[in-house]
């Protein structure tokens, strides 16, 4: 059964208006909400610890900042925008011994909620309003007057309302103008999770790196092997974040069709879906969340060592000096 998919129409910002909203954290999806709820027309402060150097950042951009002590008293409702890292800490300290009874807390990932590194007292309202796009990206499109996907959630509703101010919260930041689909913490978290580890961030970076060292040992040069397995990609993954597999398949070549019809399945076969079947399981058994938990309590000794490993590999020396070469690539203004 196809999921409902919730519109303009759906959100109403008026239940806002009048609420005082409070971002907590000035990062990527932090700016991005706090500004395109501001441009929604609802009161929007900015939580930050007094040492933050976002603050001046937030303050240019016209917000009311405060201490984060403060945001949560002033607020109706409070967006968590923390990595999943720090959050514990903050909402520890910070958050939790300021809130009271029909505020509403918000978060734009659910695994502090999913895995229990924070555990809200039972009389807020807790909601997931997650956009499908990094933070310049919702802002960019909010600003073209356009809007990112996104996903809600609820976790505790005492009020009964809670799904009416995701929904209104989703559409101040311009999400329902694209589609707002709702689901729950748990099936965002972990398909999160999977998503990054399997395909987007763990299985592209590794499957990249693999072409790579398959052409060098083989006697080509990197140079080569860098474009064909690493740069050329984004033009293949915009073709399918525009038109889907199908429509990517329309637009290549007929040799490079014939080859992906019949050799991709032999590189991504059953055993790699056996693999990819069984980082789901440590996901949905909490295994991996308290793995990664231990890790960032401990030192990150070893994440510290593969961070620095990657970025030893060959193809990060040969992508530096290509790139420099590239006088039209040009980083993405913030709006």
């Known amino acids: 059964m196809a999921a409902r ?3 303009d129409k759906d959100g109403d910002l008026r239940w806002l208006k009048g609420k005082t909203c409070a971002v907590i954290g000035f990062g990527s999806q932090g700016r991005a909400h706090a500004l395109n709820l501001r441009d929604s027309g609802l009161t929007v402060v900015a939580g930050l610890y007094r040492e933050s150097k976002s603050r001046i950042v937030a303050r240019r951009a016209g917000l009311k900042v405060v201490d984060t002590p403060e945001a949560v008293r002033r607020a109706d409702v409070i967006f968590l925008a923390l990595p999943d890292t720090k959050m514990p800490e903050v909402y520890k300290k910070e958050i939790a011994p300021h809130l009271r009874p029909g505020q509403t807390l918000v978060v734009a990932h659910g695994f502090a909620i999913h895995y229990r590194t924070i555990v809200p007292r039972k009389d807020v309202d807790v909601v997931m309003v997650a956009p499908k796009g990094l933070g310049p990206m919702v802002r960019r499109e909010f600003v073209k007057g356009r809007g990112v996907p996104a996903l809600i959630a609820i976790h ?5 309302h809670a799904k009416r101010t995701a929904l209104a919260w989703a559409k101040g930041i311009g999400s329902t103008r694209a589609g707002v689909i709702e689901t729950t913490f748990r099936e965002e978290t972990e398909t999160d999770l999977f998503g990054e580890q399997a395909v ?6 590794a499957l990249i790196r693999a072409g790579f060292e398959t052409l060098a040992r083989a006697g080509y040069p990197p140079e080569l092997a860098y474009f064909e397995c690493l740069h ?4 293949i993954v915009d073709l399918i974040h525009e038109a889907g ?3 990517m398949r329309a637009l290549i070549s007929e040799t490079a069709k014939w080859g992906e019809l019949t050799v991709g399945p032999k590189i991504i076969d059953q055993t790699v879906q056996k693999q990819m079947a069984t980082a789901l399981r440590a996901i949905r058994s909490g295994k991996f969340a308290r793995e990664f938990i231990r890790e960032m309590k401990t030192g990150r000794r070893r994440y510290a060592r593969l961070l620095r490993e990657s970025e030893k ?3 990060e020396t040969v992508g530096r000096r290509l790139r420099s070469l590239m006088s039209w690539k040009t980083k993405t203004k913030k709006q």
């Open 5 to 7: 998919i919730y519109t």
């Open 156 to 160: 505790q509703n005492p009020s009964r």
């Open 200 to 205: 987007l961030c763990g299985g592209t970076s």
């Open 232 to 235: 050329e990609l984004k033009f």
């Open 245 to 247: 597999i199908a429509g």
């Open 313 to 315: 590999h060959p193809i």
